[in-house]
RNA sequence: GGGCGUAUAGCUCAGCGGUAGAGCGCUACGUUGACAUCGUAGAGGUCCCUAGUUCGAUCCUUGGUACGCCCACCA
């Protein structure tokens, strides 16, 4: 890599992040390298139709300071990137533009079509991928997959064939999710069930001339909320233990409008507490009914087109039309017979579909299916028992409530975008699976002059990306990446698909590979706007990750937020909301400042996160510290500087040591996943131990001693060193800061990697742990914040130079102040530091800090006034204080059962709350007689 | 209808069987030779309620309340 400019005055993110990636991508530093242990993640595919939002940007911050930590850690790495074809989504999307330009998918044909969405794919998809580069991603671009790629078609018809011949995969009739605006199949986990307002309606079925009711009506009345629905009735249920309908079970009701006669039938599904415990049976357009018609061998009469339209199985009145309006007819055609015995308001599930929004419809189609059990258990034991863990490990509980309950996979979607379904149908309508069609012939004793047709429908997007991680390694074939870095390491993904996903990635690849495709899932929440509310079009709260990276000005932002919006109204709410959150736009935080925010708000146990930009400032604050601190150190190295250890002084020491336990808990924090304690614990060491404490107790030495001699030397070394090695413990977190500053650093420490990215990870044993220096400036910290303290209450300026006395002290104390007397006048501005032995307690404002007493003198009568109030405040705190330590050591079963360290700790603080109160009582009485 | 999660400072969240923490915000004072994108000091909490266990509970257990989420076919 080539050298760079000396850091600029100014720390601006937009200066160093672009080039920066651009370097390191043409430099091929994301393939992976070396011949450490392997270590793999791959990416969950975005939908190539999408761009990137912010939960992409967590998402994918966590994956790569996952990624860049093992590979500085030697780890020989691997990040597998690609993206999903998404079928519905793509559809969707390309199907709106011919629709704008004035045609459609069957305007164009099957093949026209899907030549449209690659070619729209080839020009737009790119849009995700470069803004993964904007976030650092250190993905290994080589080896970008595709799962429409030639590669993963082969796998996929590898598996479906394979299933096929397993007997895993089977065709049926029955009854599924159908959008009839998308005119296509869904899963069961593609449809969104929400409570919505409408109507229970109350009909009246009549019962046939010479039945009635135990109470003399000559009719039943059902309960409904799809009256509809009516016209495919092939039963009337009632439970067999209801008395009140016992007489009528093998009776029958005329079907109105229809004039149908339907059974009386007898189940125990229905709830006799529920409505008039009459239930209506629809087997063709109910889940539940549908189980009871099975059971009671019942006709299933469909009356619905593919777009939910009333087809020929109905009265002629009805034919043609829509459901909706069908049902608004058919409640007015029941009341005007005097059949409609009441309507009333109520809560309704309606299934609506995942993309479309669209009230689906359950409706009898021939459909693809996957015989779900015998994946599923290999799958349920692979987490049973560890084989696969998930952190947190309680979504582990969500995975197998599912799982254990699951059903049959729905496969098949009536759509062009995908993988179309090798499966081949001769003219009676048998069908054929094979790879291709010759094969299917061969296997099938076919010849060429038995014509075949290939089966329309392609396969669920879900169905490809479960085969995402063996797959992008090559399988079908045995290649080197397969065995190399497959089972992939650690998973990376949101709750909400676990089952989509997830699970169904296990299931298949236990199945083909024999392997669990990850040996841990860690779950994270979902990215929140600060309020804590979903990010939505329609709420317009959505923030793009690269407007807080370059920044956006107001009226861009609000431009994006209303854009394509259908209601006026909202667009007006939108704009007053964006200009009172964002009155002046935002400003370019810079990828660094998005990353830290990013893995500071990933605690576990935490399902959402909610995004500030406060935050995020925040932390472009602490880039800007990190900048300004490398500044301070590279502005006194100057061209003799020399790296030379064996002369640090007490602060060096320490520094060194404080680092060596931020080494050891950054890195436990990053083998627990704790990315928010891995973030805080860097920037308290940065910004209050380096910055704060650090820096400033160099500068006694760096301005006052000779340059060169020992304590100078050993100042500037430590400086760079533990510079250099906390930029490498923070790279995995904010890459190109660390980057840019590194490449300044780095040649002083004699390192000579090319980049900080192949550098090693800072290791424990990199520095010494020194007690007693930690010992000395812990107790110099202590002093100089008592004298800060009473300085403050004194109200004395900051820049004045005050006496200080010290009592109380022990041979170590004196010691410690007079190893540390030179930082400790400046950092306190202290003239002169007495330590005083003997019995006389100096008159002045005390702060007593443990056995020790911090003494201002009074500088005349006011401020003696002054202290006195101080003094009496503290004196109650403390009594208080020994009030209740005195009743915790008094108490016989304290003292009796609980720890000897817990005991004796109380005695210790017992004795000091004495012993304070006892200096401040006597400075207390001293000042009162002066 | 089941299941899960969360309740701690003004806000967002860590934490822990042994005297409550951070960041942001707030107050006061400061142009100290890296940084005002800064420094120093400070205010601010019956750790949701209840009953237990314990020498000791914010932490463990019971019950409850509030908020959030997931699953499920009550027409």
């Not at 299933?163 to 009854?175: F, H, N, V």
């Not at 075949?452 to 669920?460: G, M």
Request: hydrophobic share 35%; charged share 25%; net charge negative.
């Amino acid at each position: 890599m080539s050298k760079q400019p000396q850091l600029d005055p100014k720390y601006d993110p937009r200066r160093i992040e672009q080039d920066t990636y651009q370097r390191w991508e043409t430099n091929g530093y994301f393939a992976p390298q070396g011949n450490g242990k392997p270590y793999s993640i791959v990416i969950p595919p975005p939908n190539v139709t999408g761009t990137l939002h912010l939960g992409h940007g967590f998402q994918h911050t966590i994956m790569d300071l996952l990624i860049r930590f093992h590979r500085m850690d030697g780890r020989e790495t691997l990040w597998q990137t690609g993206t999903d074809h998404a079928g519905i989504a793509t559809q969707m999307v390309v199907t709106e533009q011919l629709r704008a330009a004035g045609t459609s998918p069957t305007g164009l044909g099957r093949d026209e079509f899907t030549n449209r969405v690659w070619k729209w794919r080839d020009e737009a998809g790119g849009t995700i991928t470069q803004q993964m580069r904007r976030i650092g991603s250190s993905v290994d671009w080589d080896r970008e997959r595709f799962t429409m790629d030639e590669g993963f078609s082969r796998a996929v018809l590898e598996v479906f064939v394979r299933l096929y011949d397993d007997g895993l995969i089977y065709r049926g009739k029955r009854l599924v999710n159908w959008d009839p605006s998308m005119q296509t199949a869904l899963s069961d986990l593609e449809v969104i069930s929400e409570e919505e307002n409408g109507s229970l309606w109350h009909l009246r079925y009549p019962l046939r001339a010479d039945t009635r009711t135990m109470d003399g009506k000559d009719f039943l009345v059902v309960a409904t909320t799809r009256p509809e629905t009516m016209l495919g009735d092939a039963a009337v249920a009632v439970h067999p233990d209801d008395e009140r309908y016992r007489n009528l079970i093998g009776k029958s009701v005329t079907l109105p409008l229809v004039d149908r006669e339907l059974p009386i039938i007898a189940d125990a599904y229905v709830d006799p507490e529920f409505g008039t415990g009459c239930l209506k049976i629809t087997p063709a357009h109910d889940f539940n009914d549908n189980e009871i018609g099975a059971r009671h061998d019942l006709e299933l009469i469909n009356i619905f087109t593919s777009t939910a339209h009333l087809n020929d199985n109905v009265p002629e009145r009805f034919r043609g039309m829509d459901r909706f309006a069908a049902r608004k007819e058919i409640v007015s055609s029941l009341d005007s017979r005097g059949l409609l015995e009441k309507e009333k308001d109520y809560k309704v599930q309606i299934p609506r579909g995942e993309r479309s929004g669209e009230v689906l419809e359950p409706w009898l189609t021939d459909q693809w299916f996957v015989a779900i059990k015998d994946l599923a258990d290999p799958a349920i034991e692979a987490v049973e028992t560890g084989r696969i863990q998930f952190e947190p490990k309680r979504w582990e509980n969500v995975y197998f409530s599912w799982m254990r309950e699951i059903k049959d996979w729905a496969i098949s979607r009536q759509l062009w975008w995908g993988h179309q379904i090798p499966a081949w149908y001769d003219e009676q309508g048998n069908v054929y699976v094979g790879r291709n069609e010759q094969e299917a012939r061969t296997k099938n004793n076919l010849d060429n002059g038995v014509a075949l047709t290939r089966d329309p429908d392609v396969l669920d997007t879900w169905f490809s990306s479960a085969l995402w991680t063996f797959a992008t390694m090559g399988w079908p074939d045995e290649t080197a990446e397969l065995s190399k870095f497959h089972p992939t390491d650690v998973l990376v993904t949101g709750h909400d698909i676990i089952f989509f996903w997830v699970a169904r990635m296990i299931m298949m690849t236990l199945r083909f590979t024999g392997e669990v495709p990850f040996k841990q899932v860690y779950v994270h929440g979902l990215v929140r706007d600060k309020h804590g509310q979903k990010m939505t079009k329609t709420k317009g709260n959505g923030l793009d990750p690269i407007d807080v990276i370059d920044g956006i000005t107001r009226e861009d932002l609000i431009t994006k937020r209303t854009a394509n919006l259908t209601q006026a109204r909202l667009a007006q709410k939108i704009t007053q909301d964006t200009e009172k959150d964002y009155p002046e736009g935002i400003p370019a935080f810079g990828t660094d400042a998005l990353r830290f925010t990013f893995s500071a708000i990933a605690s576990p146990g935490q399902s959402s996160y909610p995004f500030d930009l406060q935050q995020v400032e925040g932390y472009h604050f602490f880039c800007n510290k990190l900048w300004n601190a490398t500044k301070f150190v590279l502005s006194n190295v100057g061209e003799d500087f020399r790296m030379e250890t064996g002369n640090e002084s007490l602060a060096d020491r320490w520094i060194r040591s404080q680092l060596r336990d931020v080494i050891r808990t950054t890195r436990h924090a990053l083998s627990e996943y704790r990315f928010d304690r891995y973030a805080q614990q860097l920037y308290q060491f940065t910004w209050h131990e380096y910055c704060d404490w650090y820096l400033e107790l160099t500068k006694p030495v760096l301005f006052n001693e000779e340059k060169g001699s020992d304590a100078y030397v050993a100042a500037q070394s430590t400086l760079v060193t533990v510079l250099e090695s906390l930029v490498r413990l923070l790279h995995p977190l904010i890459p190109y800061v660390t980057e840019t500053i590194w490449q300044q650093i780095a040649p002083l420490c004699d390192k000579n990697h090319e980049t900080i990215m192949l550098a090693e990870y800072p290791t424990e044993d990199d520095f010494l742990l020194d007690e007693q220096a930690e010992q000395s400036i812990a107790w110099l910290q202590n002093v100089v914040t008592a004298i800060r303290n009473l300085r403050s209450a004194r109200q004395i300026p900051p820049g004045d130079q005050v006496t200080v006395q010290i009592t109380g002290h022990t041979a170590a104390d004196r010691d410690a102040a007079e190893d540390t007397r030179v930082p400790l006048s400046r950092l306190a501005k202290v003239s002169d530091l007495d330590l005083i032995d003997g019995d006389t307690m100096p008159i002045g404002s005390t702060q007593v800090v443990g056995n020790l007493s911090i003494t201002l003198p009074f500088a005349d009568d006011a401020e003696r006034q002054q202290e006195t109030k101080r003094l009496q405040k503290e004196v109650e705190r403390l009594n208080s204080e020994l009030k209740r330590s005195l009743s915790k050591l008094n108490n016989e079963n304290f003292v009796s059962k609980a720890p000897d360290e817990v005991v004796n700790k109380e005695r210790d603080r017992k004795t000091t709350y004495e012993s304070q109160l006892q200096v401040l009582e006597e400075q207390l009485s001293a000042i009162g007689m002066g």
